[in-house]
């Protein structure tokens, strides 16, 4: 019998393709992965704004939910996390599955949104998140929260 094997030419050959390849995907899927990571945290916010708010016009008490840049959280005071009781209702966007940074948050001058006993925001205002080179700017006007340059996302009005 015959046996036929690789040439140490053909290897290099085909280890070269394979990391010419691997060259132009992995930058492509690095930034795919932050545009997801990015979005996510987004409609992270947009969510807890809404049921920062629904818990407002639910209680007919105001809501606060307390930005804090330099640690890339934010809290909604008096409220517990809806999946583990005992603790107060912290998110830091900086873990996983995110890995955002908070870039800036103002409403009204402060990092502060408090939403009245009907459910309206005592000021507009924005966050602004980003991951890599990506950003995104979350807006709260009226009582309605949604990312800017992306598909509207709203807080749900009941």
Same mark, same amino acid.
């Given at each position: 019998m015959n046996a036929r094997a690789f040439s #140490? !030419?053909? !290897?290099?050959?085909? #280890?070269?393709? =394979?990391g010419l390849l691997a060259s132009i995907a992995v930058p492509s899927y690095a930034g795919f992965?932050?545009?997801?990571? #990015?979005?996510?945290?987004?409609?992270?916010?947009?969510?807890d704004l809404g049921y920062a708010r629904r818990q407002a016009r639910q209680s007919s008490r105001g809501q606060t939910v307390?930005?804090?840049?330099a640690n890339h959280s934010y809290s909604l005071k008096d409220m517990n996390d809806p999946d583990h009781k005992s603790k107060p209702f912290e998110v830091c966007v900086w873990d996983e599955p995110y890995?955002?940074?908070?870039?800036s948050a103002? @409403?009204?001058?402060?990092?502060?949104?408090?939403?009245?006993?009907?459910? =309206?925001?005592?000021?507009?205002?924005?966050?602004?998140?980003?991951?890599?080179?990506?950003?995104?700017?979350?807006?709260?006007?009226?009582?309605?929260a949604k990312p800017k340059g992306s598909k509207?996302? @709203?807080?749900? #009005?009941e």
């Open positions: #140490l !030419l053909e !290897l290099i050959l085909a #280890l070269l393709i =394979m992965t932050a545009q997801q990571q #990015l979005e996510g945290a987004a409609r992270r916010i947009v969510c307390d930005f804090d840049v890995r955002a940074r908070m870039v103002s @409403f009204g001058g402060d990092a502060k949104l408090v939403y009245d006993g009907f459910g =309206m925001p005592d000021s507009g205002g924005s966050v602004t998140i980003a991951v890599g080179s990506y950003q995104k700017t979350i807006s709260v006007g009226s009582g309605v509207p996302i @709203f807080v749900e #009005l």
